[in-house]
């Protein structure tokens, strides 16, 4: 039987996470939420991990969002319960320590979107399109949606977005930064590559505090947020990468961080 998550690791600390069910638009059917789940609980554990990829199967499709066939066989007791699983893997999607970067490969409606959307960094297909589409279909968006996109777009274009329903090409996605960068579909995972492992030259303890620092900080005061970032810097101070990065500077060479 197929795995319907892929997780291959290199030795770089990398790991590209894919979403494989391509004969489904990579739906989030309760089978493969809970096995991205379970993908995301051991990948936050890896103390070696250094950055992470996310990504779809196939040329299609990123993640169509919710399984709508199954969610039509559901009791409303089963839709609160799938709702939350889908919350739950989305927030430890989200929660992961390192960075992650979404190659959106093709289409992220709804609940697709909402899995870029807790990334860090979302790279995009040429030929991708995405949306928060659930009113549309009668409901909102519940994985997180209405409040992360205002905090990439600003609340009035997350308004229009969402109230619409709108359908939006890689172009217009990356004019609005939802996405940083575009690229031809075949160079698409290369570019995310080349950009985790650019990410990855550096110390690993560091990626970790500047993360943490970055997304506690964002949503509070100046105040409270450079407290947060003082606390996050000081967990580097006794690090041996630390040294390292000074003695790499000093002898004016390439530093070798690992992890400590």
Do not use: W
């Amino acid at each position: 039987m197929t795995s319907l998550i892929d997780i291959s690791r290199d030795d770089t600390g990398i790991a590209v996470v894919t979403l494989n069910r391509p004969d489904a638009a990579n739906s989030l059917s309760t089978e493969l939420l809970h096995s991205l789940l379970e993908g995301m609980n051991e990948l936050k554990t890896a103390a070696d991990l250094r950055t992470v990829i996310l990504t779809g199967s196939g040329e299609k499709a990123f993640c169509a969002g919710a399984d709508l066939k199954e969610r039509a066989g559901m009791s409303d007791d089963k839709v609160k319960e799938t709702l939350k699983l889908i919350g739950d893997t989305i927030t430890a999607l989200e929660k992961l320590p390192v960075p992650v970067i979404a190659a959106i490969n093709g289409s992220a409606f709804g609940g697709g979107l909402e899995l870029a959307l807790a990334c860090d960094i979302r790279l995009a297909s040429e030929s991708a399109k995405m949306g928060l589409t659930e009113t549309a279909l009668g409901i909102i968006p519940g994985g997180g949606g209405t409040q992360r996109l205002p905090r990439i777009v600003g609340l009035a274009t997350a308004k229009e977005l969402i109230y619409t329903a709108r359908q939006l090409d890689a172009k217009t996605a990356y004019d609005l930064k939802i996405i940083s960068h575009i690229y031809p579909p075949q160079q698409l995972m290369e570019e995310a590559i080349m950009l985790a492992r650019e990410i990855a030259l550096n110390a690993p303890l560091a990626l970790r505090a500047a993360k943490a620092a970055i997304n506690q900080g964002v949503d509070t005061t100046l105040e409270n947020g450079l407290q947060i970032e003082n606390d996050c810097y000081q967990t580097t101070l006794k690090t041996r990468d630390r040294l390292e990065g000074l003695a790499a500077f000093k002898e004016k060479r390439k530093p070798v961080f690992t992890g400590q």
